[in-house]
């Protein structure tokens, strides 16, 4: 399985952004996509995924502001609005199979005054 990741950048306080993930190769064994993020000096956290059933699940520090979506067989986007400052850093794409999960190459999104 290979993850493409797109849509990061630059943007204001209080501002949005979308993500965007496209898997390739074995989809057929993915059962839930979802996004994660690394802030400087500070462990990998989940931000949100979501399953092929369709069940979602959020950090608590982005409920309410981000949404998840796709059919996290082989799309996952995060629709990030209200941006904070503490939302700024490299966002990674995971994909989970029955067998192990992938991760993507990382994407950054930095949010400034």
């Known amino acids: 399985v290979q993850l493409a990741e797109s849509g990061g950048g630059l943007v204001q306080i209080g501002g949005s952004l979308r993500l965007s993930c496209v898997a390739s190769?074995?989809?057929?064994?993915?059962?839930?996509m979802g996004w994660y993020r690394q802030a400087p000096g500070k462990q990998r956290e989940l931000v949100a995924l979501?399953?092929?059933?369709?069940?979602t699940r959020y950090a608590d520090s982005v409920k309410g502001r981000f949404t998840v979506s796709g059919n996290a067989k082989n799309t996952v986007y995060l629709q990030m609005n209200s941006l904070k400052p503490e939302d700024t850093g490299n966002y990674y794409c995971?994909?989970?199979?029955?067998?192990?999960?992938?991760w993507g190459q990382g994407i950054l999104v930095t949010v400034s005054s």
């Open positions: 190769g074995s989809i057929f064994s993915i059962n839930a």
């Open positions: 995971n994909a989970r199979m029955y067998n192990g999960e992938q």
């Open positions: 979501i399953t092929d059933g369709g069940s």
